[in-house]
């Protein structure tokens, strides 16, 4: 009972910071061409100017994230939740102030300073805490209800934002943002792994056929090793391949979703003219569509067709929905291409299940934090190939015509990813599989 109520806290705490983070994403293309091209509808340097954002938070969060989530197995999780809750407010407070051309640089600086501890490590640790408390056998559908939950603030977020002014959507998120540090300091219980769950795969037995070193010095080392090392992370991609199958999908469905965030709303700009109140309506469909998914259908379909399955299904939308935006010929293919979140929203708690399921109780963190740095890896590399080429493809330069190109490269890269996701085969899990192999 206790740690369903740890749960329902958690719920609430990532409602809320969600809540205040997707209210600003509509807006802020406004704000960015603004600021930056003022009275234009199709701005290069703010293209380039996002696409470098990303970029470098892409870099940090690659570092941070499993450095976050291995100390989170150390220190506990709800202590380490507060740095990024907590951050996460600052730059939301500079344009509820003002969003003038100098406040604007302001918010972009901090905003890569403190999103290289937020992006990100939020969900990681959550998926960590959940993982924490709940058996094997239900991950998938409580990792859904998670990201039903993510998908529920997004709703009520971008809803907010269409009926009010750009000023007041960032002085309510700032104050939804401080309200979720609040209230997770006051009211989430620290959470604590049932080491009955698993065994770890990252165990003395298991790395001796990894690394040859002294054990003793080893448990000495550790005490004082908040970083997973190298031979951490080649354990983890060695002993699983499934594992292995789960970082190259995670690292190419990224570069595929980051790549489309990067491109989609300055296409969408220049192509049919969307402001903030059309950004908001996209958002609000695809949100609605994705909450009653992943609340109502997803706990449904799991057990019936297993979460490798529902991964493929999910990336294969995920890949379809990219490659009907990019050939987008009329101003409402846009909302009928956001239902397709009804299935791609899918793709990431399967993902996630399946890799929690490849380690222990006492490593939720460590591994959850490593995907997320592949995917903090794929965050870098896709700004920088795929902002050049969205300005490039809507300016007047483009070598032919098509405004989309950019887009159905992201869907290319999308595909890459359901393509590997059907060589993954369930396996047992970890605790039914390996325990037999220690007697």
């Given amino acids: 009972m206790e740690k369903m109520s740890g749960l329902s806290h958690l719920f609430m705490t990532i409602f809320l910071h969600s ?3 997707f209210m600003v994403v509509p807006a802020i293309t406004d704000v960015t061409m603004a600021a930056l091209c003022p009275g234009q509808d199709e701005c290069s340097i703010a293209i380039y100017t996002s696409g470098l954002q990303q970029a470098i938070i892409g870099l940090g969060s690659l570092v941070m994230m499993p450095l976050m989530g291995n100390l989170s197995d150390k220190y506990g999780r709800k202590a380490l939740l507060t740095v990024p809750v907590t951050l996460a407010i600052f730059p939301l407070a500079i344009l ?9 640089y302001a918010y972009y600086i901090l905003k890569i300073l403190t ?15 959940v993982a924490d408390n709940v058996p094997e056998g239900r991950r998938a559908s409580a990792f859904g209800i998670l990201s039903g939950i993510g998908s529920c603030a997004f709703v009520c977020g ?9 000023a007041s959507t960032f002085q309510v998120a700032t104050a939804m943002a401080m309200l979720a540090a609040v209230y997770m300091r006051v009211f989430l219980p620290d959470s604590v792994a ?13 790395l001796k056929g990894v690394v040859n070193q002294d ?12 970083m997973p090392s190298l031979e951490d992370m080649l354990a983890l991609l060695k002993t699983s391949v499934t594992f ?7 690292f190419f469905g990224n570069l595929a979703d980051v790549g489309l965030h990067a491109s989609l709303l300055y296409y969408l700009k220049a192509r049919f003219h969307f402001n903030k109140n059309q950004f908001a ?20 379909l799991v057990p019936i067709l297993g979460e490798e399955k529902l991964l493929a299904i999910g990336l294969f939308f995920n890949c379809a929905h990219m490659i009907v935006y990019s050939i987008a010929w009329s101003f409402w293919v846009p909302y009928a291409a956001a239902m397709f979140s009804l299935a791609y929203v899918f793709s990431q708690p399967c993902i996630r299940s399946i890799v929690s399921k490849q380690v222990g109780p006492c490593e939720q963190g460590k591994a959850q934090g490593f995907i997320s740095g592949i995917g903090s890896f794929a965050n870098v590399a896709s700004p920088l190939v795929f902002s050049p080429l969205t300005a490039l493809f809507l300016s007047d330069t483009a070598p032919f015509y098509f405004p989309g190109f950019s887009i159905m490269c992201v869907g290319f890269a999308s595909m890459i990813a359901f393509v590997q996701s059907l060589m993954i085969r369930a396996v047992p899990p970890i605790s039914g599989q390996r325990v037999g192999d220690l007697h």
């Avoid at 907010?160 to 002014?165: A, D, E, H, M, P």
């Avoid at 000495?220 to 090793?225: C, G, H």
């Avoid at 292995?244 to 995670?250: D, R």
């Fill in 194 to 206: 049932n080491d009955n769950l698993s065994i770890p795969i990252l165990s003395e037995g298991k």
């Fill in 158 to 166: 971008t809803l907010s934002t269409r009926f009010l002014s750009t």
């Fill in 281 to 300: 309506d996209l958002m609000v469909i695809t949100g609605v569509a994705g909450t009653v998914s992943q609340l109502l259908l997803m706990p449904i």
């Fill in 215 to 226: 054990v003793e010095s080893d448990k000495k080392v550790q005490m004082f090793k908040p």
């Fill in 19 to 21: 809540f205040a983070a």
């Fill in 115 to 129: 999103a290289m501890f937020c992006e990100g490590t939020v969900h990681c640790l959550s998926l960590a805490y």
């Fill in 244 to 250: 292995s199958q789960a970082a190259v999908v995670t």
């Fill in 96 to 104: 509820a102030y003002s969003r003038s051309r100098n406040f604007f």
